[in-house]
C-alpha cells in the first residue's frame, strides 16, 4: 500500500505573510475543500528570534514529525515545542500529551526523517530573519491543491515525498509509543 505523505514547506518574505495563507489553509479545511495531515507557522523575526505558532491537524502523529522537522530547522527547543503543541491541540488529555515532549522529541532524529541534508540546509537557510514558512504535511491527493493556494504568494516552495519505508516506520514507532503509554496507564 502506498503511503504517498509530502512536505511542504513555502517560504514568505513576510513575516505575516505565511500567517494569512494559514488562515486561507484552515478556511479551506473547515469548509472540507482540502484535507492536511497537520502544518504550522514558522515566524524568524527581523532580530533572528524563531517562532512556531498557528498550529492545525487531524494527526498528532504527523504533528510530532513537523515538530520534529522544525527542530532541525530551528534547534531542540522547537522539535521539543512542535511535538508538544500537536500533542496537547490533537491529542489533548490523552496518548500523545501523556508519551511526555521529550519522549516525542527524542523519537524523531533527523535520521528518522530520511531528509536528505541538502534539502534541510536549502530549507533553513530560505527561513532568514524577516521572513515566515508554513511546514505542512499532506496526503497525495492533496498536493496540488496546496500548491496552487500557497506557491503564487511565496518565494520559495520546497516539497519532499517521504519513502513508504520511512512511512510505514513511522507509523509502526507511534504505534508502539501508544501501546507502551496504554500499558502504563
Known amino acids: 500500500m502506498k ?4 512536505l511542504i514547506v513555502a517560504v514568505y518574505n513576510e513575516e505575516q505573510k505565511a500567517e494569512q495563507e494559514f488562515k486561507l489553509l484552515a478556511k ?5 475543500e482540502l484535507d492536511l495531515c497537520a502544518y504550522t507557522v514558522i515566524t524568524k523575526s527581523k532580530d533572528g528570534k524563531t517562532t512556531l505558532h498557528d498550529t492545525e491537524g487531524r494527526d498528532a502523529f504527523w504533528g510530532a514529525i513537523i515538530g ?3 527542530g532541525m530547522l530551528v534547534g531542540p527547543i522547537g522539535a521539543i515545542y512542535g511535538a ?4 496537547a491541540e490533537v491529542f489533548a488529555g ?3 500529551a501523556g508519551l511526555g515532549v521529550g519522549a516525542i522529541a527524542g523519537w524523531l532524529k533527523s535520521d528518522a526523517l530520511d531528509i536528505p541534508n541538502d534539502l534541510l540546509k536549502d530549507i533553513k537557510e530560505s527561513i532568514s530573519p524577516g521572513t515566515s514558512a508554513i511546514v505542512a504535511v499532506a496526503d497525495e491527493d492533496w498536493v496540488d491543491e496546496v500548491k496552487v493556494l500557497l506557491k503564487p504568494t511565496s518565494e ?6 517521504f519513502t513508504d519505508e520511512v512511512v510505514e516506520k513511522f507509523e ?9 503509554k496504554n500499558e502504563t496507564v
Do not use: P
Open 156 to 161: 520559495m516552495m520546497h516539497c519532499y515525498t
Open 3 to 6: 503511503n504517498n505523505k509530502r
Open 172 to 180: 509502526k514507532d507511534w504505534k508502539v509509543l501508544q501501546e507502551s
Open 68 to 70: 520534529g522537522l522544525v
Open 94 to 96: 490523552s496518548v500523545a
Open 84 to 87: 508538544a503543541i500537536f500533542a
Open 28 to 32: 479551506k479545511e473547515k469548509r472540507d
